[in-house]
């Protein structure tokens, strides 16, 4: 099996900066699309940052210019560095990752178990 553990969440104040990090492991023999998904309160999880194996990124627009994807290959981590947090950021925040646990395996998608995001003052 493929597990994500998700580190980074908490409390920060409007304005303030988080970084989340989810690092893959297990049974691993390629990943590709890896990303970040979110859900608020009462709301749908909503793709916040997608980065494909090459490097590529894709940003909800509430989140461009202020939220930063990155990727550590050698590590099967991403990482989502958060800068000029809002109170409508606060939701748990998901990561997702494409991945093959063999040459004979077919891509499927993993997510973490989540962690909370909440920006207040």
């Known amino acids: 099996q493929v597990q994500l553990v998700e580190f980074g969440g908490g409390l920060v104040q409007p304005g303030g900066s988080l970084r989340l990090s989810c690092a893959a492991s297990?049974?691993?023999?390629?990943?590709?699309?890896m990303g970040w998904y979110r859900q608020a309160p009462g709301k749908q999880r909503e793709l916040v940052a997608t980065i494909t194996s090459g490097d590529s990124t894709n940003y909800a627009d509430s989140v461009k210019g202020r939220f930063t994807i990155s990727r550590d290959n050698a590590k099967n981590t991403v990482y989502l560095q958060m800068h000029s947090l809002k109170p409508e950021d606060t939701a748990v925040y998901y990561c997702?990752?494409?991945?093959?646990?063999?040459?004979?395996?077919?891509?499927?998608?993993?997510w973490g178990q989540g962690t909370q995001v909440t920006v207040s003052s």
């Open positions: 297990g049974s691993i023999f390629s990943i590709s699309t």
């Open positions: 997702k990752v494409g991945a093959r646990r063999g040459i004979w395996d077919h891509m499927r998608d993993y």
